[in-house]
């Protein structure tokens, strides 16, 4: 049996209202392309958290497919058109690049893939996240396949004893480097607990299985100026040797700090939240994260079910609005206000222009 892809291809063409949601419109824009020029996919959904569009295929083309990934920037025109007619905020925005050059990476939206044959039966979990970054995966990929107090798996489950492989990549210098844990986790740490910059982005079995892939594109050193977050999606297989879905979704029971937020210039809390839940207003936040569950029926997909629905995850939800509170009243100090490097809107270039000549040597 030929292998499925699953691809997962996102970007923000067009707040409504301000950033906080999509427009119903750029769904039915987005669907109809698919359906109608999607020829190639086996199936799709069209899906938004925030105010980003996540177009999920499955396909027999393989991983970075020049047909598949340019339906998906043809399919972000035709919503940018429509976003365009409506004058939603900031329409096209994430579209980098006028013409589409072989492979979307790289032009501004977001992408997670994966080939494997397809198991007996295969339940897959899409995490989508709007207002924060990709090296927000980082903790909760960490305890799904590395922590014992979060995966019982890793102690109980035979098949899943000996550990896995995580391939962590440098977003700075576009590098990447595979750790073996848990022999290597001390190593490993040091590096995917900088998350602005080393993120990561597969996840395998100790047998080479693929298990998870995040989207690791900075689109703001992409550009070399800000233009938006590059809000990420992360594609993670389940069960039968691989964490349960209880166990992946688990990782965000308790919420972490992540950055984002507002002006993509702020550290918060991620909050587990239901599709319905996902317009984040509240000082453009907090950062907001759904699970989409999926099981795959020779590349259908048989979904979703909107996991963090679940009432298990309010308590993680008021964990987390506390938090926000405690968070906004630093202000523009930091850890609320990222630290200079980490500023997207930077106005330290021009600040510093302005007061050159006022700063005396003491
Ligand atoms: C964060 C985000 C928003 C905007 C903010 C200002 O990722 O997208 O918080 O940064 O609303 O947007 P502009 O500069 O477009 O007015
Ligand atoms: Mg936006
Ligand atoms: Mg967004």
């Known amino acids: 049996m030929s292998k499925i892809t699953l691809s997962v291809i996102k970007a923000d063409i067009g707040g409504y209202v301000g950033h906080t949601d999509v427009h119903p419109d750029l769904l039915e824009v987005a669907k109809k392309m698919l359906k109608?020029?999607?020829?190639?996919?086996?199936?799709?959904?069209?899906?938004?958290?925030?105010?980003?569009?996540?177009?999920i295929m499955t396909h027999r083309e393989g991983v970075d497919s020049e047909k598949i990934h340019k339906l998906a920037w043809d399919t972000f025109l035709a919503c940018t058109e429509r976003?365009?007619?409506?004058?939603?905020?900031?329409?096209?925005?994430?579209?980098?690049?006028?013409?589409?050059?072989?492979?979307?990476k790289g032009m501004g939206p977001g992408v997670a893939e994966m080939e494997f044959e397809e198991r007996k039966s295969e339940p897959v979990v899409i995490?989508?996240?709007d207002k924060t970054e990709p090296g927000a995966w980082n903790l909760p990929l960490y305890k799904m396949f590395?922590?014992?107090f979060n995966t019982a798996g890793l102690i109980i489950d035979p098949?899943?004893?000996?550990?896995?492989?995580?391939?962590?990549?440098?977003?700075?210098?576009?590098?990447?480097?595979?750790?073996?844990?848990?022999?290597?986790?001390?190593d490993m740490l040091v590096f995917i607990g900088a998350t602005g910059r080393y993120c990561i982005r597969k996840v395998y079995t100790k047998n080479n299985e693929i298990a998870a892939v995040s989207s690791t594109q900075r689109m703001n050193l992409m550009a070399?100026?800000?233009i938006g977050k590059d809000d990420p999606v992360l594609i993670v297989r389940c069960q039968n040797g691989l964490p349960a879905v209880g166990e992946v979704l688990e990782a965000f029971a308790n919420p972490h700090l992540v950055f984002g937020w507002m002006r993509g210039s702020h550290t918060g809390p991620m909050i587990p939240v239901s599709l319905e839940d996902a317009v984040p207003t509240r000082f453009d936040g907090p950062p907001r994260v759904c699970a989409l569950g999926f099981q795959l029926k020779e590349g259908k997909l048989i979904g979703p079910q909107d996991l963090f629905k679940d009432i298990a995850f309010d308590s993680a939800r008021k964990k987390a609005l506390e938090i926000a509170d405690y968070m906004r009243t630093?202000?523009?100090?930091?850890?609320?206000?990222?630290?200079?490097?980490?500023?997207?809107?930077?106005?330290?270039?021009?600040?510093?222009?302005?007061?050159?000549?006022?700063?005396?040597?003491d």
């Open 330 to 361: 630093l202000g523009p100090f930091e850890p609320h206000r990222l630290p200079l490097q980490e500023l997207e809107y930077t106005t330290l270039p021009h600040l510093m222009e302005k007061l050159k000549d006022r700063w005396e040597k």
């Open 224 to 226: 070399g100026k800000y």
């Open 127 to 129: 995490f989508i996240a």
């Open 159 to 186: 098949s899943m004893h000996q550990g896995f492989k995580f391939e962590v990549y440098d977003m700075y210098e576009g590098k990447k480097i595979v750790f073996n844990t848990p022999e290597e986790l001390y």
């Open 146 to 148: 590395a922590d014992p």
């Open 83 to 104: 976003a365009r007619e409506l004058k939603l905020y900031g329409a096209g925005q994430d579209l980098l690049k006028d013409s589409f050059s072989g492979n979307i």
């Open 36 to 55: 109608e020029k999607g020829d190639m996919l086996i199936d799709f959904h069209v899906t938004r958290v925030g105010d980003d569009i996540q177009l």
